[in-house]
């Protein structure tokens, strides 16, 4: 399966992730610099989402949105050479919130990290007061590992937590089995 992977089932928003070209990239940063995205990413420097779009063990998509596969979003794997077989979803911004468009993309990202890439684990860390992503990845299958206390510096002073969250193939093949992900 090529990494141009639609997202129409499963009752989804329709998305499709293709891969980040240089020329995308000012939208990418346009997106990390947004003040609603901003409290909840550390944004990166152009130099490393470019060297994440050419190093093997990166993949950095441009998450296609709605009818007509605008850009809405963009999202990074890292470790999809890692020889554990444990893959991080590093980063995910969508545009358009509210849309379905992040669940989407989050289920054609666990179908590339398990079925493509073959991860035995998929896993995030997120800032611990980012609820809205919480919930989503929780009701995806994801799983609390645990908290890194004081984890991330905030500009406005003080200190915040990462969560760190999972999925593991086997639970990706019976959520699978229940029809909660997409085919294979």
Known sequence: MTNAVAADSLHAARVRLRPTMQSDLE??????RDPENLPYITPWERIQHEAA????????FIIE?????EPGGFLILIGCRNPHASIELKRMVVRDKDQGFGRSALRVAKKIAFDDLGAHRFWLDIKKRNARA????ESEGFVFEGELRD???????????????SMLLGEFTQRRGRALE???
């Open 134 to 137: 919480r919930g989503l990845y």
């Open 27 to 32: 939208f990418v940063l346009s997106l990390e």
């Open 53 to 60: 779009i050419r190093f093997p063990d990166f993949r950095h």
């Open 65 to 69: 949105t709605g009818a007509g596969l």
């Open 151 to 165: 984890a991330v510096k905030l500009d406005r002073g003080g200190y915040d937590a990462l969560v760190v969250m």
């Open 182 to 184: 997409l085919p294979a």
